[in-house]
């Protein structure tokens, strides 16, 4: 199957009650054992790349990689840019095969973030692609993204961002933090209900990692139609190549610890795809 942008994606587990699970990636392991989870668990999935992703492997291979890795899949796939900082970012990602553009400019004033946004959604959507912005500062530390501690989404600023910017999907902040790894974090549940009677597009939830899944049954029946992974899967792939080292320090056939590391980013992602509810929606 050929990638799928995520606007309909998106727009179908709004209207059926589930969340499609974004996955970051920067190298072939993580891909692989992303896309085989989505295969078993027969759901859609984003492939996100973020500009350190892109960074670190190059546009030509994420892309290259990902259109490789589609070629056999029976599910509904997405290659999404994650927190593109610049039109330029956007504009290469558009031209490289990317079927969904994340635009961030939560670092900007308020009225900065809708002018920048509005020209971000032009250029996705003249290339008929879909395009996800922020308002708000989703916190915590993630690559380039910038956060500190976070500033909670407005929802009056919500519902004007959005007349004004019309994005496919709005990542709001609620409560959540990038790169959190204790499943601690509170979210404001009244907010985000706020916030959803306000918002027609589907809202995103970012750094997902210090969620529960409880809590995160609870977002997602409030209007949360995209959850942001990344965290998770990096924790169980080092966590798999750290043990297997520290048990064979000698070992120096990478094979024989990033395939298992690959194996066990595949059964994280499946566990992710079950507190999504994705789980059969391809
Ligand atoms: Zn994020």
Redesign the pocket.
């Known amino acids: 199957m050929a990638l799928v942008a995520s606007k309909h994606l998106l727009q179908k587990a709004d209207r059926d009650g589930y969340a499609v699970p974004a996955f970051n990636f920067a190298n072939m392991e993580l891909l692989q054992g992303i896309v085989a989870a989505a295969e078993e668990m027969n759901s859609p999935a984003i492939l996100a790349a973020?500009e350190g992703a892109i960074k670190y492997a190059g546009l030509p291979m994420i892309s290259a990689m990902v259109n490789a890795a589609v070629k056999k899949s029976k599910v509904p796939l997405v290659l999404h840019l994650?927190?593109g900082l610049s039109l330029s970012t956007l504009h290469d990602a558009a031209k490289a095969g990317f079927t969904s553009l994340m635009f961030?400019g939560s670092r900007y004033p308020f009225t900065e973030n809708i002018n920048k946004s509005r020209w971000a959604a032009r250029l996705a959507k003249r290339a008929g692609l879909s395009i996800e912005l922020e308002v708000g500062v989703?916190g915590g530390k993630?690559d380039k993204?910038f956060g500190g501690a976070g500033c909670m989404t407005d929802p009056d600023q919500a519902w004007a961002f959005e007349r004004q910017t019309v994005p496919d999907a709005l990542?709001v902040s609620v409560g959540t933090a990038?790169g959190h790894v204790k499943k601690d974090l509170g979210l404001d549940f009244n907010l985000l209900k706020k916030i959803n009677q306000l918002v027609k597009a589907p809202l995103v939830l970012?750094?997902s990692s210090g969620v529960s899944d409880w809590d995160l049954k609870k977002a997602i029946s409030l209007g949360v139609c995209k959850v942001?992974m990344?965290t998770q899967l990096r924790n169980a792939f080092t966590n798999e190549v750290r043990s297997i080292l520290a048990e064979k320090p000698d070992e120096i056939d990478l094979r024989k610890y990033l395939g298992p590391a690959r194996d066990a980013v595949k059964k994280t992602a499946m566990e992710r795809i079950a507190a999504c509810g994705s789980e059969d929606k391809a």
């Open positions: 973020s994650d927190h961030d989703i993630e993204v990542a990038h970012h750094g942001n990344d």
